[in-house]
Each structure stands twice: as structure tokens, then as C-alpha cells.
């Protein structure tokens, strides 16, 4: 789970508690695809991480907004408005190849 870090980091929890890596654990487990067939995988597709990564994030920020563990002065309601705020998102610039080599 690469974003239970992002979940602490986004509420500002000084700590990571058991409750918080159990939320986490729980979306996840929600997001399986085994849930509407059972003979599905486990776990979400690779193509869909960014998502369930960012669903696991949320989950640990409500949770430690919810314990008292966070360090931010915003409801568990506004967690998954702050948490797209803060996503990177890779943006390239575009380059045009310049056959005189930028003569």
C-alpha cells in the first residue's frame, strides 16, 4: 500500500496508527474485484493503482481526522476535495526537434 504514507502526510498525522493502516487495508479490500465475482482477482488491476491508491489515502487521512490523530482544522468530509488538490500529476513539456540543432 504505497499511499498510506500520502493519507498521514495529507491529514498531517504525526503517527501512524494501527486504526489508520486498518482503513487503508479496508478500502483496498473493498476495491477488490472479487467482490461482484468470485471468480475474479483478488486485487484491483494494475492499470487502476492510481485510483485505489488514492481511495486507500483517503481512507487513512478520514480515519485519523476521525481518532483525533490528524493535524488539520478539515472535516473527513473535505478529505477527498484536499487530496486531489495535492496529487501529482506528471506534465511534460513539449519538444520540438530542431533538425539546424537550435541554430
Same mark, same amino acid.
Do not use: C
Given at each position: ?9 495529507l ?31 483478488? $486485487? ?7 485510483? /485505489?491508491?488514492? *481511495?486507500? @489515502? ?28 495535492? $496529487?501529482?500529476r ?5 519538444? /520540438?526537434?530542431? *533538425?539546424? @540543432?537550435?541554430?
Amino acid at each position: 500500500m504505497t499511499r498510506l504514507g500520502f493519507g498521514a502526510i495529507l491529514a498531517r498525522s504525526h503517527h501512524m496508527t494501527d486504526t489508520m493502516i486498518i482503513a487503508g487495508a479496508r478500502r483496498l479490500a473493498s476495491l477488490s474485484p472479487a467482490l461482484s465475482d468470485p471468480d475474479d482477482a483478488l $486485487l484491483p488491476d494494475f492499470g487502476d493503482a492510481p485510483q /485505489v491508491n488514492f *481511495e486507500v @489515502g483517503v481512507a487513512v487521512a478520514e480515519q485519523a481526522i476521525e481518532e483525533g490523530s490528524a493535524g488539520v482544522e478539515w472535516t473527513k468530509d473535505e478529505v477527498r476535495e484536499r487530496a486531489k488538490e495535492k $496529487l501529482w500529476r506528471p506534465i511534460y513539456g513539449e519538444y /520540438v526537434f530542431d *533538425e539546424q @540543432g537550435g541554430r
